[in-house]
């Protein structure tokens, strides 16, 4: 009797725990997922699997042809997919997918295009400096691909955990970028450096994330929104803490002053095809959240943030251009400039008005085609171990390679402004935006500070072209002089050939004194070459010999100078397009 009654109890038993889970199972909600809209992001990161799985799987290193090959199908794949998102929100409107946890609006598509455009084109330059520098494997392209899929994720995203997940999937392939070359100390470095200070930062936005929450109760910005517009937050603390969380760590991976402190270094260390990818992805991953998260989401209380925004804007575009004016070494200045760069699109973010962001797009769209393509040129200046990178190595260029001179010249003038280029109207009608927004006095410190960036941009332009005897003047400002009396006069030449004419003596007085013991010259042969810049050494030359130019670098720089100067003189389609994307811009 007890026997059936036991079993009547484990049978009663596990019915109610059927209908227990039966009950649960049905309380599961599934998200519908649209997979146009994350198509992009599916291609990118597939992509850098399958290259992944490819190169492991076979007994050498995948070569170097077949892993750009690959990365150029793969990206062309995603722009191609990008324009298909493009119709699709034109004819059926924005939408949101996976639980609005992701966007597909022009906001986001004019991201997608960009990033992916970036991607081919980096590929492009990395070709020649893998050629040159005996790499093989896809290494570099893998994580280049993961990269670029992060910051696609960040213009996509309708969550703040999701802009997380973005920042952390771009910026972690930024960081073992940065040191790919690891022939060079100066590389292990800088990545280190922008490893450590970005953690510092992911933290410090994560705590945004966690301060917001607890005061919306959301991290969805759609739903942020909501209830900013909705509700009057009586106790602010915690919200405007959070928000100004979540703006350091925009603004460190944007580079803005004063959290700007990684960018010269990890320019300068990481291989020079990485950093005109970082230049120009990191820097559109970064704006495109903080656009979205700040105008869509916080745009109610931007009463609080705009005047954060306008001192961000002005110490950004002052310590970018200044600093940029005593740097000798070309990564180093172009980073500065990008600083600089970064300042002018800030102006669009303080508008905090459509045309701000319109005008914002609009620059980053064309800044990312000067920046990839000065940097192609610097890769294939910067030769053998990526080290040749003094402004001295320019000089005499167009007589050397005229045609490299010249389109060098015409992406450094496009981003001093020179009219008929795209960089005239971008800085144009950011500056419009923000007199439009009544923010004048920052209006004029940014024309300010273009007219002084204007110099070391032409600095560099007129050492290319000015004869040998006048370039040799064409010192930085600040940089030491050496002063010598000859027999045609007293002459002047710049420190960097100060330092070579010191070292060539005292290398002299050093063979002439173990002249006797035999450790002159074979001694200082017998050392190992450090693979480190030698500012005192051969390079100091006035003529040097040609640098072979691959042809895929040819092929990125003249697509990045055909763009620059055929949307210069006809600007039409791409405001158009910047400003579609902020007309179809899902709050």
Same mark, same amino acid.
């Given at each position: 009797?007890? *026997?059936?009654?036991?079993?009547?109890?484990?049978?009663?038993?596990?019915?109610?725990?059927?209908?227990?889970?039966?009950?649960?199972?049905?309380?599961?909600?599934?998200?519908?997922?649209?997979?146009?809209?994350?198509?992009?992001?599916?291609?990118?990161?597939?992509?850098?699997?399958?290259?992944?799985?490819?190169?492991?799987?076979?007994?050498?290193?995948?070569?170097?042809?077949?892993?750009?090959?690959?990365?150029?199908?793969?990206?062309?794949?995603?722009?191609?997919?990008?324009?298909?998102?493009?119709?699709?929100?034109?004819?059926? *409107?924005?939408?949101?997918?996976?639980?609005?946890?992701?966007?597909?609006?022009?906001?986001?598509?004019?991201? %997608?295009?960009?990033?992916?455009?970036?991607?081919?084109?980096?590929?492009?330059?990395?070709? *020649?400096?893998?050629?040159?520098?005996?790499?093989?494997?896809?290494?570099?392209?893998?994580?280049?691909?993961?990269?670029?899929?992060?910051?696609?994720?960040?213009?996509?995203?309708?969550?703040?955990?999701i802009v997380f997940l973005g920042l952390e999937i771009l910026s972690i392939a930024l960081y073992v970028l940065t040191a790919f070359n690891h022939k060079r100390s100066a590389s292990g470095e800088a990545a280190l450096k922008y490893f450590v200070l970005g953690g510092f930062s992911s933290a410090i936005f994560v705590y945004g994330i966690a301060l917001t929450y607890g005061a919306t109760g959301t991290t969805n910005l759609t739903q942020i929104a909501n209830f900013l517009a909705t509700n009057v937050v009586v106790h602010?603390?915690? =919200? =405007?803490?959070?928000?100004?969380?979540?703006?350091? +760590?925009?603004?460190?991976?944007?580079?803005?002053?004063?959290?700007?402190?990684?960018?010269?270094?990890?320019?300068?260390?990481?291989?020079?095809?990485?950093?005109?990818?970082?230049?120009?992805?990191?820097?559109?991953?970064?704006?495109?959240?903080?656009?979205?998260?700040?105008?869509?989401?916080?745009?109610?209380?931007?009463?609080?943030?705009?005047?954060?925004?306008?001192?961000?804007?002005?110490?950004?575009?002052?310590?970018?251009?200044?600093?940029?004016?005593?740097?000798?070494?070309?990564?180093?200045?172009?980073?500065?400039?990008?600083?600089?760069?970064?300042?002018?699109?800030? =102006?669009?973010?303080? /508008?905090?008005?459509?045309?701000?962001?319109?005008?914002?797009?609009?620059?980053?769209?064309?800044?990312?085609?000067?920046?990839?393509?000065?940097?192609? $040129?610097?890769?294939?200046? +910067?030769?053998?171990?990526?080290?040749?990178?003094?402004?001295?190595?320019?000089?005499?260029?167009?007589?050397?390679?005229?045609?490299?001179?010249?389109?060098?010249?015409?992406?450094? =003038?496009?981003?001093?402004?020179?009219?008929?280029?795209?960089?005239?109207?971008?800085?144009?009608? $950011?500056?419009?935006?923000?007199?439009?927004?009544?923010?004048?006095?920052?209006?004029?410190?940014?024309?300010?500070?273009?007219? $002084?960036? /204007?110099?070391?941009?032409?600095?560099?332009?007129?050492?290319?072209?000015?004869?040998? !005897?006048?370039?040799?003047?064409? /010192?930085?400002?600040?940089?030491?002089?050496?002063?010598?009396?000859?027999?045609?006069?007293? %002459?002047?030449?710049?420190?960097?050939?100060?330092?070579?004419?010191?070292?060539?003596?005292?290398?002299?007085?050093?063979?002439?004194?173990?002249?006797?013991?035999?450790?002159?010259? #074979?001694?200082?042969?017998?050392?190992?070459?450090?693979? !480190?810049?030698?500012?005192?050494?051969? #390079?100091? !030359?006035?003529?040097?010999?040609?640098?072979?130019?691959?042809?895929?670098?040819?092929?990125?720089?003249?697509?990045?100078?055909?763009?620059?100067?055929?949307?210069?003189?006809?600007?039409?389609?791409?405001?158009?397009?910047?400003?579609?994307?902020?007309?179809?811009?899902?709050?």
């Amino acid at each position: 009797m007890s *026997g059936i009654v036991l079993a009547a109890a484990k049978a009663t038993h596990a019915a109610k725990a059927t209908h227990a889970a039966t009950k649960v199972a049905a309380q599961i909600h599934v998200p519908s997922i649209r997979y146009l809209g994350i198509l992009p992001v599916i291609v990118m990161l597939g992509g850098a699997v399958v290259l992944l799985a490819m190169s492991s799987l076979v007994t050498r290193p995948l070569r170097r042809r077949v892993a750009t090959v690959s990365t150029l199908i793969i990206s062309l794949s995603a722009f191609g997919l990008a324009w298909w998102q493009w119709a699709d929100v034109m004819s059926h *409107g924005p939408y949101t997918t996976i639980d609005r946890a992701v966007v597909v609006d022009g906001f986001s598509v004019f991201f %997608t295009v960009l990033v992916t455009a970036a991607m081919a084109l980096s590929a492009l330059v990395a070709e *020649g400096y893998l050629e040159r520098e005996g790499i093989d494997g896809a290494e570099l392209h893998v994580l280049a691909l993961v990269s670029a899929s992060g910051a696609i994720l960040m213009a996509q995203a309708n969550d703040l955990v999701i802009v997380f997940l973005g920042l952390e999937i771009l910026s972690i392939a930024l960081y073992v970028l940065t040191a790919f070359n690891h022939k060079r100390s100066a590389s292990g470095e800088a990545a280190l450096k922008y490893f450590v200070l970005g953690g510092f930062s992911s933290a410090i936005f994560v705590y945004g994330i966690a301060l917001t929450y607890g005061a919306t109760g959301t991290t969805n910005l759609t739903q942020i929104a909501n209830f900013l517009a909705t509700n009057v937050v009586v106790h602010d603390g915690v =919200l =405007l803490a959070g928000m100004s969380l979540l703006l350091v +760590g925009f603004a460190f991976k944007v580079a803005a002053v004063p959290f700007h402190m990684w960018t010269p270094d990890v320019y300068q260390g990481a291989p020079s095809p990485v950093t005109g990818f970082m230049a120009a992805v990191a820097k559109a991953g970064g704006f495109a959240a903080f656009l979205r998260v700040f105008i869509s989401s916080f745009g109610v209380l931007a009463s609080d943030w705009r005047p954060v925004i306008y001192g961000l804007a002005i110490v950004t575009l002052v310590v970018g251009a200044g600093l940029a004016l005593v740097q000798r070494d070309i990564k180093r200045m172009l980073a500065y400039s990008s600083i600089n760069h970064a300042g002018f699109v800030l =102006l669009g973010l303080q /508008a905090a008005t459509s045309a701000g962001v319109s005008s914002a797009l609009y620059y980053l769209f064309a800044y990312m085609f000067m920046v990839i393509g000065s940097f192609a $040129v610097v890769t294939v200046i +910067g030769r053998t171990g990526d080290h040749d990178h003094d402004i001295a190595a320019y000089r005499g260029l167009a007589r050397r390679q005229p045609l490299l001179a010249f389109v060098f010249a015409v992406l450094l =003038l496009a981003q001093a402004g020179v009219p008929f280029t795209t960089g005239f109207l971008t800085k144009f009608q $950011v500056v419009i935006a923000s007199v439009d927004a009544h923010s004048v006095p920052l209006a004029v410190v940014a024309m300010v500070s273009a007219a $002084v960036a /204007a110099f070391f941009y032409l600095r560099v332009s007129v050492l290319m072209y000015a004869p040998s !005897e006048e370039a040799a003047e064409l /010192a930085p400002v600040g940089a030491p002089q050496l002063v010598t009396a000859g027999a045609g006069g007293v %002459t002047s030449v710049s420190g960097f050939e100060a330092a070579t004419a010191t070292r060539t003596r005292l290398n002299a007085a050093l063979l002439l004194e173990h002249d006797g013991d035999g450790t002159g010259a #074979e001694g200082e042969g017998d050392q190992e070459p450090t693979g !480190e810049p030698d500012p005192g050494g051969d #390079e100091a !030359e006035e003529e040097r010999s040609p640098v072979p130019v691959p042809w895929p670098a040819m092929v990125a720089i003249g697509i990045c100078v055909a763009v620059t100067v055929v949307f210069g003189i006809i600007p039409a389609p791409l405001v158009d397009f910047a400003h579609k994307a902020t007309l179809l811009f899902l709050p």
